[in-house]
C-alpha cells in the first residue's frame, strides 16, 4: 500500500532516526520487536518536543549460499556460479501512535508517527512504506 506523506512528516522520520540507538548486545537469534526511546522533534531547531518508546524490528534472518545449477550457469554465460539466498528483519505491519510534544513553557502539539507492529523475515530491501 501506497501511504503519501508531507514533507514535514518525512523530516520528522529522519530527526526520528537520526536519533534511534539502542545495544547490540541485546539481540537473540530472530526477528524481534525491539523497544527503544526516542526523542521527537517538530523541526531541527526543536520548537516543539517530546519522548515516546517506539518499536523497531531487530534481529537476523537466515542466508544461504550454494553452486548454481548447470541451468544457471548456461543462461548467466558461467558468471552466476554462486546462487544465494537471503532474507532480511524487517517490519510485518505497522501502526500510527500519538505522541504529544511540549513547545515552550505552556503550549502542547500532537503528533501522528508510526511504530512497529510486528516483525517477520521477508525479502532484503529498502523500504515497504
Known sequence: AMLS???AIISLLLILMASMGWSYEIIRPGCH???FDVTIKSDRRGTCRGTHVVQACVGYCESSAFPSKY???LASSFTHN???V???CTIGKMQKIKVRLQCGAIHRKEMEIFTAKSCQC???RLSRY
Do not use: A, N
Open 5 to 7: 506523506c508531507h514533507p
Open 86 to 88: 537471503s532474507q532480511c
Open 33 to 35: 520487536l525491539h523497544s
Open 122 to 124: 521477508d525479502m532484503c
Open 82 to 84: 554462486i546462487t544465494s
Open 71 to 73: 541451468s544457471v550457469l
